[in-house]
């Protein structure tokens, strides 16, 4: 709801998380200049190279690693557009990012396993999971599809496929979990939860992958980069470490390991694949690859599905207003061809009304569930103080206007099509009242508590079910309906136009 969304503007919003200056402890981060002469490091280098941080700085890489491999990053620098690339030294998993000033190599601690499975083996692992995603028919069954097929597929304990509304709340379409975790499926939880700039950072960086909450954050080396002389910008590290406020977080959903990969459509973040873990959990980058190749996958499914459906809404529209408009060329007068036959049932088919007015020649005509003559009187001179040349539409009349608690019942949606406003003619299209029950994880209102110092925060402790009962909305109008209702507005007033003759008088 859009009174909770203060948080993540003004609040959650502003945590720097790509300055945190701190990594977490699975990899080392090494930080080349575009000499590939090493300007800053994270504390732990020891763990992989055996020498302290100070005795790595400005030594080349050539010297840390090989030439050859030296040579291969020079080359990705030059050849790769900028893009981040994963590679290996000396068995442990490489990934490069190139700033402008910089190049950030994050080297994991584990070692990788040396008898890498070929292509053809993984892809035959992941045949059938891409096959069921492919032929699942509606969003809500890839959703499932996906849920289930990703938690066999990443041994995960919950898999959790979730999906931002336009407020950037999120909902949980599908879960797949062992038992006995506490279940999420079809709550939704606040937009501050995951605020925008941790939204942002999966533009460019895929997943978000944090093996072990407990994590001892490590340090960089010196605290300030030489290269920029400011904090590195860490945005599109996955070493990062992690802010605070989440970590917290994390231990109140008691989950121990937790990896987000993003649903992308049309370059905008749909929704997230959640994945959590009771316990610590490291997973080997070839996992991570692999998930982040279903999430293209999912993605990709979601957004034909989507237009799809968009397609044949449109078709159904169209299909409509072409009788609508056949009714009234067939009637030869407007408000008959409004009325007449199924002229009135048609248009309210086409906009999904629950009932419709036609006010016209000072008679008022009525179909389906309306407000009472009166009401419908005084709406038409509330209207008159509106833009009479565009159709006026809300999905809570309540909210716009002064209305009593039954007449919102049936009239919370109004879409007005003016046909002469000066003259207070108006079809009026209403729809009733549906009471949106968002099943929230947690009450939104407490997911902050400050401490006495106001500078210190927590999130909520509770993830269990808080229901919220939202009155005096209709469905929303969609933007192809009221852009066939502008159509419809246009027909009628080229059809008036040119003689008049077509009205009754
Ligand atoms: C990050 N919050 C995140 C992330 C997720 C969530 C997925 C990305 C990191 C990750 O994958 O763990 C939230 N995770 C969820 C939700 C579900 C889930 C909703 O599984 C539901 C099933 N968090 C708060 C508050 C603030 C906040 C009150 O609760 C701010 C005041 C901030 N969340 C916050 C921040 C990050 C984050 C700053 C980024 C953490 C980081 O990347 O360092």
Partial sequence: MSQYSKYDSEFCGNIPIHIINTVQTYAVL???????????????????????????????????????????????????????????WDGHYVIAHFQPELILLEIETGIAAREGATFMEHFRDMRETIHRIDTANDVQSVCTVAADELKKVSGFDKVMIYAFDKDWNGHVMAEAREEEMEAYLRFTFPASDIPKPARDIYKNNPYRFIPDRDFEPVKLY????????????????????????????LKNMKVGASMSVRLMINGELWGLIACHHRTARVIDHQLCTKLELLSTIISA??????????????????NCYTQVIANIYKNDKLSDGLAAGDGAPILMNMLQA??????????????????????????????????????????????????????????????????????????????????????????????IFFDKDPQIY??????????EHVKGYSSPWRPEEIQAAENLRSFIFAFLSPTQDNRDI
């Fill in 458 to 467: 927590h999130p909520r402790h509770s993830f269990k079910l808080w229901q």
């Fill in 301 to 318: 499914r979601i957004n034909t599905l989507q237009l799809q459906g968009y397609f044949d809404y449109n078709s159904r529209l169209n």
């Fill in 222 to 249: 010196p605290v300030i980069n030489p290269v920029t002389h400011a904090f590195l910008d860490m945005s599109d590290c996955n070493v990062r470490a992690v802010a605070a406020v989440h970590v917290e977080y």
């Fill in 30 to 88: 090494v930080v080349l200049d575009h000499q590939l002469v090493i300007r800053q490091v994270s504390e732990n280098v020891d763990v992989i190279f055996g020498k302290n941080a100070r005795e790595l700085i400005d030594i080349s890489l050539q010297e840390l690693t090989s030439e050859a491999f030296a040579e291969q990053i020079a080359g990705l620098r030059e050849n790769n557009g900028g893009q981040r690339f994963t590679t290996n």
């Fill in 354 to 447: 629950t009932g419709m007015a036609v006010i016209m020649n000072r008679e008022v005509r009525f179909w389906g569930t309306v407000p009472s003559k009166s009401e419908i009187e005084d709406l038409t001179l509330w209207l008159h103080l509106k833009d009479g040349r565009r159709v006026f539409h809300t999905d809570s009349l309540a909210a716009a206007y002064e209305i009593s608690a039954s007449l919102a019942e049936i009239a919370s949606g109004l879409l007005a099509i003016p046909i002469q406003a000066q003259q207070d003619e108006y079809i009026l299209l209403f729809r009733n009242e549906h009471i949106q029950t968002t099943r929230w994880g947690g009450n939104p209102e407490e997911r």
